[in-house]
């Protein structure tokens, strides 16, 4: 009995559903260039190539974060931003994972 189950288990575990995963990444979002009047940011970067693609981006400032914006063109706005420091993350989400981080700061100054 101890043999049978001893063979059921090995068996059973040996075609579990393993998977391995490769770390592989998208490009990250690159030649970041902004163009800013009063409270409105526009950035725009490279397009990385990769699809599908979607580029995600957030901010934070005072110690507060925004949700995340996504969008599937090379260039995003925010408009009506309140004054003071602010930090932007930019990063790419691909078919084949994510990228690294691009990080900018800049102030609004109304």
């Known amino acids: 009995m101890i043999l049978f189950l001893s ?3 090995s068996t059973t575990l040996s075609f579990s559903n ?4 490769t770390p592989v990444t998208c490009s990250a979002p690159s030649n970041l260039a902004l ?8 950035f725009d970067w490279d397009d990385c ?8 981006v957030f901010y934070k400032r005072g110690g507060a974060t925004s949700h995340e914006f996504s969008t599937s063109s090379s260039d995003i706005t925010f408009t009506g931003l309140a004054p003071g420091n602010y930090e932007f993350y930019f990063y790419t989400v691909c078919q ?9 700061s800049d102030v609004v100054e109304n």
Do not use: K, W
């Open 35 to 42: 163009v800013s009047t009063d409270a409105t940011f526009t």
């Open 7 to 9: 063979f059921v288990l």
């Open 18 to 21: 393993q998977q391995t995963f």
């Open 96 to 104: 084949t994972g994510i990228s690294s981080i691009i990080i900018t």
């Open 49 to 56: 190539g990769c699809s599908p693609t979607e580029y995600r």
